[in-house]
């Protein structure tokens, strides 16, 4: 599966953004997708994920209750609602795919965008 990220920005703190990620190639339900982030200097951080049918969601601990992952198979596409933004949500985001059931570690995902840039001004 390619994945294409987009959707990313300039946004002041305590707004809003949706990022986008759209799959091509194989059967897309097939799949489990993850969105990890990495600020400069600092190591990739589990974002959300959601499984194949899209009825399950996770997310990290710090963006809990602000991001929504949602996913449309018929679509071949995941989105990543983001509200209440905070500067130390600045980081390159990138989305993710694995077969099967999805994980929160970064390392179990063989399935990368290119990442898409969001910068939250304070």
Known sequence: VQLQASG???VQAGGSLRLSCAASGRTFSTYAVAWFRQAPGKEHEFVARID???RSTYYGESVKGRFTVSRDNAKNT???LMNSLKSEDTAVYYCTARLGTGV???HEYGYWGQGTQVTVSS
Do not use: C, F, K, P
């Open 8 to 10: 990313g920005g300039l």
């Open 52 to 54: 194949r049918t899209g």
């Open 78 to 80: 995941v989105d990543l």
């Open 104 to 106: 929160n570690s970064v």
